[in-house]
């Protein structure tokens, strides 16, 4: 498998309790008008310090993008066990996922047990709580589709077509990819694929190209079965690989796309799924930008007793605001809310979230309750 270095952000929000404060954001009430007033080097010699308004921490909650996944499973007579370990984690995976407070929706691709047109196939029914409450109950028919987060396209994927398949029936799944949101491509086979990694991008892209920028990731076989009984009869790709089934066309669009990738042959479906599901959620994140949590009991947010501050060991420093994200642009670091006068959320400028990503181990505090520092210009 494929690993990724992370780096964690650790956010604290003091919530202060000062008593009036200096306007940070200000508005014209009659023209509406935005405006920054004060000092722009910080406090005015009256306000309070920040070490006096600090009172009560609160964390703070990373803004992430919705995300959309697409996962298509071989349905052949070999893939039985794979079957069962793909319905086994499919629940923790989105659980993780949504427990990261991602809106994920997630489209399968596969047929319904006893829908396959073969009673040799093996079909899969998710249970709930991604599928649909009982939808798996008895002996069918089954109907696990439970929307908004989960829609089962009823289609069998043979051996050497889950790409096919998966372009094939795009008018199924399409309503399930939303504007703006970060979209995954997952493939489960013991098989390769009869079509190209650039075939595939091709036609997908021919049919939104708004999907560009996805990832695939894909639990396939890394070695074919000839290739891994020649070594030994012991090797794991010689009992669960197909014949000629080395996942080629899956490799490659896994190291395209920066995916996640787990052996078929080891079967052991648990870890992949749970890099996977890191993997959506790191990519999910907006980077440096958090939610506003709520004001204390009894006290009311007031956008313009914002500050945010760095922390690096021993050393801290106060962070100015402006207007907008085009403000970044005069000065050296700063931030922004999304909206001036009810924000929800603080994003830094561009050049302080460079700073932030390189630096391991920086707090953020989002301190509330003392006058707003104004970034100066450079």
Known sequence: ???????????ALPVLA???GELGVGSDPVSGSTSLPGDPDGESAGSPSFAQCAATTVAAKP????????????NTPSMLGEINQVRANLNAFSKTIMDSGIDVQIVLISCLPGECDN????????DAPLGAQDGCVGTGPYKD???PHFLHVNRRVESLKGLGRTVQTYAEWKSMIRPGSIRHFVAVSDDNDEWSGSSFNSALLALDPG??????????????????????????????????????????????TGGVSGDLCLQSFAPVFKEVASSVVVGAKIECSWKLPPAPAGQDLDPTKINVQLEAGSQTTLLGQVADA?????V????????????????????????LQGQAGVKVNIQFGCRTKIAAPE
């Open 1 to 11: 498998m494929r690993k990724e270095m992370l780096v964690l952000m650790v956010v």
């Open 18 to 20: 000062c008593g009036p």
């Open 63 to 74: 803004v992430y993008k919705p995300v959309d996944i697409v996962f298509t499973v071989d």
């Open 119 to 126: 009673d040799k196939w093996h079909g899969i029914c998710v």
């Open 145 to 147: 589709t439970n929307p």
């Open 211 to 256: 999907l560009a920028g996805y990832r695939f990731h894909a639990i396939y076989s890394y070695k074919s079965k000839e290739a891994a009984c020649a070594l030994s009869k012991s090797e794991p790709c010689c009992t669960y690989a197909a014949p000629s089934g080395e996942g080629i066309v899956y490799r490659e669009l896994v190291t395209v």
């Open 326 to 330: 085009a403000g970044c642009a005069a």
């Open 332 to 355: 050296k670091d700063g931030w922004y809310y999304d909206h001036p006068f009810k924000p929800t959320t603080i994003t830094a400028c561009p050049q302080t979230c460079n700073t």
